[in-house]
């Protein structure tokens, strides 16, 4: 037994190891004063100094993140939406029905989503910038949204609702004092990952920026046909450490909040815990 | 439930606060404002000094974007969507525009400066009389090599390539007319020959050259030569001179038989809003002062006569990218073949790639 954890422990290292080492390679090359890949010359801040005084990148960073946070916030109320409504569908073929619909256009790769949108922009004379990136990027993370939140209203027990319904609970009330509570951690878990979709996306991206508008992805894919500059590594370790502090800062949000809601008696997930 | 709604706010705000820094950014840059100039370009293709000094002296503010191919370029002009009032493609898809009415002529007599660009590269068959295009950059398909690596080749000829001591030691680019192009230049014939005989020809010729070739790459060809996967690359100059940059052990030759000269030119698409600030601009970049700064800061050749005259003695001076009279006499600009030869030259090219090994 003891032995068997070891080993699972070896392949788990090995794992992270082999997902992380290319951003630390990246970031490593970033502080290199050399000017290339090549060969660590020397320590030096040169590329980060040239990101900041790069104010079309800053600018272009800029709108990436804007676009980022205005697809997953609106993605994502669109996404708790369309998930409630599949939920509350009474047959069960029709919800599974619906449910395929929402897969399907998480599977279908991102070059004939991005092409579908160009040919529908250009039809109702939408003028490629901002709005149309903004759209097209809302338009792929609400599917990712509702799959990861639909999990979450699956384990709510219906005997809940009624409960709360028993009690007095107006709908509304039911909706935001006992299903939102409950569903949570999945329109989290589902803003986060509309976010990181939107951050790396490039092929729909691609085909719907226009009039100066451009987004991190495109831009780093039309550089590089030259050559990518070191002060892309330092860009990137920039983003990377970002994310980091994002992460950690949600997990102890989130661990906050979930020593409050265990403190409290009789919160919404003992409940539903206790129904089971 | 008050969670999710301090969250919500609370990223909301923060999205309104990017867009502001990102407003002010632009704004500091001057890029709002009605009077805006729109250049789509190639990845890093021009001195971003140029730009400012641009926007000092005409008082327009400018709008970059960039592209990384002749197809994606041309897709989004003809969808129309955005007002490009500048772009910088490729001849043979300079050709294509034209052909699709993508482009509106230019006004030469707003062009003073025109009189700087050598005649030679004036008045060529993919635009006769410059109507819709003024040039910006020229290069040539040659070949790069790692004289360590090959033992004394010195590749004057394109039948080095076929030497068999090469063996697995060369990349291609992916591009049919390069690779059929010196196939039919081997045999001392024309880049544009459309004669079916010499075409099978070059073919079985080029079949003779696959136990020498290791990959046919894409833009990736550039990392691998200077990384030093293979000994001897058929590149653009322009993609030369980025490797050798990188990597200063390797050089680069135009063959003697002659191969291609290619042009990077500007053109206003149709979709311009600004012709009068494009026009301005095409006039800027054609002063020699700031052709051969664009020239010294891009790497590619100028054919701007007297803008050599003002780059450093070992740029003008560098006879592997100003190639000497008698090897640009053998240089040769794509024709447009026409649809059906140039599906042809594809198929032999394909039929080359699927004989490998």
Same mark, same amino acid.
């Given at each position: 037994?003891?032995? *068997? @954890?070891?080993?699972?422990? %070896?392949?788990?290292?090995? /794992?992270? #190891?082999?997902?992380?080492?290319? =951003? $630390? ?74 449910? *395929? @619909?929402?897969?399907?256009? %998480?599977?279908?790769?991102? /070059?004939? #989503?991005?092409?579908?949108?160009? =040919? $529908? ?94 987004? $991190? ?60 | ?357």
């Amino acid at each position: 037994m003891k032995r *068997s @954890l070891k080993w699972s422990n %070896i392949y788990l290292w090995l /794992v992270f #190891i082999i997902l992380y080492a290319p =951003i $630390l390679y990246l970031s490593y090359y970033s502080f290199n004063s050399g000017g290339s890949m090549h060969g660590f010359e020397g320590f030096t801040l040169e590329w980060y100094k040239e990101v900041f005084a790069d104010t079309r990148l800053l600018i272009i960073l800029l709108n990436t993140l804007v676009i980022a946070l205005f697809a997953s916030v609106i993605s994502t109320i669109l996404g708790v939406i369309g998930a409630i409504a599949i939920h509350h569908v009474r047959k069960r073929s029709n919800q599974s029905t619906l449910l *395929s @619909l929402n897969n399907v256009l %998480i599977v279908s790769p991102d /070059v004939i #989503i991005g092409a579908s949108f160009l =040919i $529908l922009f250009t039809m109702i004379g939408i003028k490629l910038g901002f709005a149309s990136v903004l759209i097209s990027h809302i338009a792929f993370s609400v599917p990712i949204v509702v799959i990861m939140v639909l999990p979450r209203l699956e384990e709510m027990s219906p005997t809940l609702l009624d409960a709360a319904r028993d009690l007095g609970a107006t709908e509304w009330d039911v909706l935001t004092k006992v299903m939102l509570p409950f569903i949570k951690s999945g329109i989290f878990a589902g803003f986060f990952m509309a976010l990181t979709y939107s951050l790396d996306d490039f092929a729909v991206t691609f085909f719907v920026t226009g009039n100066g508008f451009t987004t $991190l992805s495109v831009e780093i894919y039309s550089r590089a046909r030259q050559g990518v500059s070191l002060s892309i590594n330092a860009l990137s370790t920039l983003i990377f450490v970002f994310t980091m502090l994002l992460v950690v800062g949600y997990y102890f949000l989130n661990r906050r909040s979930r020593g409050q809601v265990s403190g409290r008696t009789g919160s919404g997930k003992e409940w539903g815990l206790a129904n089971k | 439930m008050n969670q999710l709604m301090r969250m919500t706010v609370l990223v909301v705000l923060l999205a309104f606060a990017l867009m502001y820094g990102a407003s002010a950014l632009n704004s500091s840059q001057g890029y709002s404002g009605a009077n805006t100039l729109t250049i789509y370009n190639w990845g890093d293709y021009i001195d971003p000094e140029l730009i400012t000094e641009f926007e000092k002296e005409s008082g327009l503010k400018v709008i970059y974007s960039t592209f990384d191919s002749n197809e994606a370029m041309m897709t989004k002009i003809e969808q129309g969507g955005t007002t490009f009032d500048i772009s910088v493609p490729s001849e043979y898809a300079i050709s294509k525009m034209k052909e699709e009415n993508l482009l509106l002529p230019i006004d030469k007599s707003k062009l003073p400066n025109l009189k700087y660009i050598d005649p030679k590269y004036m008045n060529l068959s993919f635009d006769p009389n410059n109507e819709y295009s003024i040039p910006y950059f020229w290069g040539t398909v040659g070949i790069v090599y790692n004289p360590e690596l090959v033992k004394g080749i010195e590749f004057k000829s394109w039948d080095d390539l076929w030497n068999p001591s090469l063996h697995n030691q060369i990349l291609l680019v992916d591009g049919a007319r390069e690779v059929i192009g010196f196939g039919l230049n081997s045999l001392h014939y024309s880049l544009n020959d459309t004669n079916e005989e010499h075409l099978q020809q070059a073919k079985n010729k080029l079949k003779e050259l696959t136990p020498n070739v290791k990959a046919i790459v894409g833009d990736e060809i550039k990392l691998l030569l200077a990384n030093e996967e293979a000994a001897v690359g058929v590149v653009w100059s322009g993609d030369a001179a980025e490797i050798i940059d990188e990597n200063d052990k390797l050089t680069y030759v135009v063959p003697e038989e002659g191969s291609n000269l290619w042009f990077d030119n500007i053109v206003i698409p149709k979709t311009a809003k600004n012709v009068e600030g494009a026009h301005k601009f095409i006039n800027f970049m054609l002063d020699p002062e700031h052709a051969a700064q664009n020239a010294e800061y891009v790497g590619y050749a100028t054919p701007n006569k007297k803008a050599l005259e003002l780059l450093p003695e070992d740029i003008s001076g560098d006879k592997r990218f100003y190639p000497s009279p008698e090897v640009t006499a053998k240089l040769e600009v794509y024709r447009n073949l026409g649809k059906r030869m140039l599906s042809h030259y594809n198929d032999l090219f394909l039929e080359f790639k699927m004989h490998r090994k």
